[in-house]
T-cell receptor, first 118, second 115 residues
Framework: EPEVTQTPSHQVTQMGQEVILRCVPISNHLYFYWYRQILGQKVEFLVSFYNNEISEKSEIFDDQFSVERPDGSNFTLKIRSTKLEDSAMYFC????????????????FGAGSRLTVL | AQTVTQSQPEMSVQEAETVTLSCTYDTSESDYYLFWYKQPPSRQMILVIRQEAYKQQNATENRFSVNFQKAAKSFSLKISDSQLGDAAMYFCAYSPRFVGNQFYFGTGTSLTVIP
């Protein structure tokens, strides 16, 4: 079964450092997302990406965040200058299979990247 | 505004018994999808079940079924014959069908299964 893969599974970084989280969405999906989950709390939407541009972003997704699809397969989330409160689990997800209407509104998640900011 | 509310932060059930998790949502859309996602201790979000709002029949997936009440904007999940592996965080989610392919999540219900 197709899956969304994320790397790294866990990253520890110093406050102020840049972090890049990588995701490979399901190959025929059209919509890509990043969500964040602070330990024990709800899943928070960060950003959605469609047709090579951001389609929607939340208040959390401020200037320190950026997303990119550099090569047609990877989908990356960059945090420019990490803060302590950025420590969380970051989930990549994709949806919208081409030629598969039933896949258009199903969100498939990766296993997550745990970010720890010291 | 689209909101999803899960009023039960924690629930518990005896193994082999049945439990129902509640979810309500608010929307002005008439066509949308509803989901239940499971997040076990491994933290990966796994789709449990999906309901299409234009279908009156409640979705079922093996031991998992939903009670979809469109007028009441209610979407509860029933787990029958609960197993230890069902212990997880369960998130209800909503997605409008033709509006930006966005997904909105509730705050989750932590389910404990008692042996």
């Amino acid at each position: 079964e197709p899956e969304v893969t994320q790397t790294p599974s866990h990253q520890v970084t110093q406050m102020g450092q840049e972090v890049i989280l990588r995701c490979v969405p399901i190959s025929n999906h059209l919509y890509f997302y990043w969500y964040r989950q602070i330990l024990g709390q709800k899943v928070e939407f960060l950003v959605s990406f469609y047709n090579n541009e951001i389609s929607e972003k939340s208040e959390i997704f401020d200037d320190q965040f950026s997303v990119e699809r550099p090569d047609g397969s990877n989908f990356t989330l960059k945090i420019r200058s990490t803060k302590l409160e950025d420590s969380a689990m970051y989930f990549c997800a994709s949806s919208g299979g081409q030629g598969n209407p039933s896949g258009a509104n199903v969100l498939t998640f990766g296993a997550g990247s745990r970010l720890t900011v010291l | 505004a689209q909101t999803v509310t899960q009023s039960q932060p924690e629930m518990s059930v005896q193994e082999a018994e049945t439990v129902t998790l509640s979810c309500t949502y608010d929307t002005s859309e008439s066509d949308y999808y509803l989901f239940w996602y499971k997040q076990p201790p491994s933290r990966q979000m796994i789709l449990v079940i999906r309901q299409e709002a234009y279908k009156q029949q409640n979705a079922t997936e093996n031991r998992f079924s939903v009670n979809f009440q469109k007028a009441a904007k209610s979407f509860s999940l029933k787990i029958s014959d609960s197993q230890l592996g069902d212990a997880a965080m369960y998130f209800c989610a909503y997605s409008p069908r033709f509006v930006g392919n966005q997904f909105y999540f509730g705050t989750g219900t932590s389910l404990t299964v008692i042996p």
